[in-house]
C-alpha cells in the first residue's frame, strides 16, 4: 500500500473535517445558549444548512459521475466554509447564522461527500478495496469529531462564542492551504455512456431504497439526539458547560475502535446482518442517554453511543455503495444526502418536540426512530447479501 500517497488526502479530511465538526455541534447550542433564542429557532437554521447541502452534493455528484474533477469542488466548500465563519466571528447574530451561517457553513459540508467519492477513485487507484479505504476516511472523520466539538465547547466555555468561530476561521485558513497544496489534481472518475445509460435503472432500484430508508432512520435516531444532547446534559441534566465536548470526544473516540472492527464483521456476518446487530445496539444506547442523571452515567452513554454510530456509519455507506456500484458518485451522495436530510426533519422536531415537553422527549424520540430502523432491515431481505465489498 503506498500510504505516502494517501496520507496528505487523509490529512485534507481531517483538517476539513475538524472544521465541519466545530460548526455542527457548535451552532444549536449556540443559538439557544448563547444567543438566547427559543428551541425552535433552531430548525430555521437547521433546515436552511441542510438544503444547501443536499442542492450542493445532487450537483456536485452530477459533475463527479460525468468526470468532472473534484479538486475545485473542495476548493469551493472551503471559501464557503471560510466566508461564513469570518462572518460569524464578525457579527455573532441569529441573523447572521440563518443566512451567511447556514450557506456557507452548508457549502462547507458539502465537502464530506466529494471527498468520500474522490476516496474511492483513491483507492483504486491504489489498489486498496473501497471498503478498507472507507474505514480509513471514517477513522479519520472520527478523530477530527473527537477535536472538533471538543475544541468549540471549551472555547465557548471559557472564552466566549465568539472565540469559537474565530479559531474556526483559522483552521479554515489551513484546510485552504491543504487544499491547493495535497489535494490530487487529476483524480476524475472515467465517464461511462453506459453507466449514464443504466440512471433510470438505478432509480428504480428497490434494494437501494430500502437502504436508504434503513439509514434515513438510523439517521434521524442519530440526528435527534445529537441535536438534543448538548442542551438536555447542560441544562436540564445539570452537567457542566464543558460536558457536550467530553461526550462527542469520547463518542468519537470509541467510533474508532468500532471502525476497524467493520471489515471483520462484513467478512464474518455480511453487511445486512452486522448492520441489523447495529440497529439493536443503537437502541440500547440511545436509551441509555435519554436517562443519563451524571457526568459518569454520560460517559458510559457516550462510549456507547460511539460504538454504534462507528458501526453504522462505516458499514452503511458501504452497504449503499455496493448496491448502485455502477454510479458511485451518485451513491454516495445519496446516502450523504439522506443523513441531511434527517437534519432538515430532526432539527425542526427537536425544537417542536422540545418546546412541548423538553429536550429529554426528544432523545426518547430518537428510540424510536432506532427501532423503526431494524423493523425496515428485518422486513426487506436483499437479494444481493454481499458478505463484502
Known sequence: MQFSRIFPFLGLLFVGTVCNSMAVSFMGFFIVNGLAREPWSISVYTGAFAVVVILTNRIFAARLDRGSNP???IGFAAFGYILAAMAMAVTPS???AITFGAIGFGIGSSAMSTKFTLGGVMADRNAIRRSTFNAYMRSTTSISWMIGPAVAFILADRAGDAAVF???????????CLWWWTAPRDAA?????V?????????RNPELWSAILFVFCLAMAHSLTFSALPIFFVQEVGLPGYAPGAAFSLKTFVELFAIFTTPFLIARFGLRTALMGTAQLAIVAILALATVRSFQHMLIAAALEGFYFGLFSTLAISFVQSLSQDRPAYATALYWNTMMVTLVIA?????????VSNFQMVV??????????AIILGWRPSRHHSRGF
Do not use: E, M
Request: net charge positive; glycine share 12%; aromatic share 12%.
Open 71 to 73: 479538486f475545485p469542488l
Open 189 to 193: 472518475s472515467l465517464a461511462n455512456d
Open 94 to 96: 441569529y441573523l447572521t
Open 347 to 355: 432539527g425542526p422536531a427537536a425544537g417542536l418536540i422540545a418546546q
Open 166 to 176: 474565530k479559531v474556526a476561521f483559522g483552521i479554515a485558513l489551513v484546510w485552504l
Open 195 to 203: 453507466q449514464r445509460s443504466r440512471t433510470a435503472g438505478s432509480a
Open 364 to 373: 426518547f424520540a430518537g428510540s424510536a426512530f432506532a427501532v423503526g430502523s
